[in-house]
């Protein structure tokens, strides 16, 4: 049997660390604890939530973002939710990069997987763009 020379790499909760608590606390500053758990589904089990149709591209950002607003306190900008939105990405540790760099070197193919959502994945291009253009073959 030959040997199996590609990974496939999940992006949101493997790579990029999730900071649910911080998002949580940032949300919590626009908006109410029934409305984040009703809507965005965090802290609930419910499976059609706005935020499970933002993830699997049912609902565009733009939806996405009109509908969050209407939710939050008055005066609240776009700005401030996707900022609360992005706190949920804590960042990818240099160890994984560094890891992935390795098995480059060890002749693996690396691809990028991921539901990431619109308001994400530009936020973790600002931050990792080169990064994802030079350590994957495909994402």
């Known amino acids: 049997m030959a040997e199996n020379k590609n990974i496939v790499f999940d992006f949101g ?3 990029m660390k999730h900071d649910k608590a911080g998002c949580l606390n940032d949300l919590r500053q626009l908006m109410s604890d029934e409305d984040i758990a009703n809507v965005l589904g ?6 059609d939530t706005l ?3 933002f993830e699997i591209g049912a609902c565009d950002t733009r939806y996405f973002l009109e509908h969050v607003l209407t939710l939050c306190k008055p005066g609240t900008t776009e700005q401030q939710v996707v900022d ?3 706190k949920l990405h804590a960042g ?3 160890e ?4 992935i760099r390795d098995l480059r070197a060890q002749g693996y193919r690396t691809y ?3 539901n990431t959502d619109e ?3 530009q936020h973790s291009l600002a931050l990792y763009q080169q990064h994802i253009e030079t350590l994957f073959d495909g994402v």
Not at 42 to 47: A, E, I, M, N
Not at 96 to 99: E, K
């Open 92 to 94: 990818i540790p240099d």
């Open 112 to 114: 990028l997987m991921s």
């Open 119 to 121: 308001i994400h994945w």
């Open 42 to 47: 965090f802290g609930s089990d419910k499976d």
């Open 51 to 53: 935020r499970a149709r």
């Open 13 to 15: 909760g493997v790579l």
């Open 96 to 99: 994984a990069w560094n890891r």
């Open 84 to 86: 609360a939105w992005n």
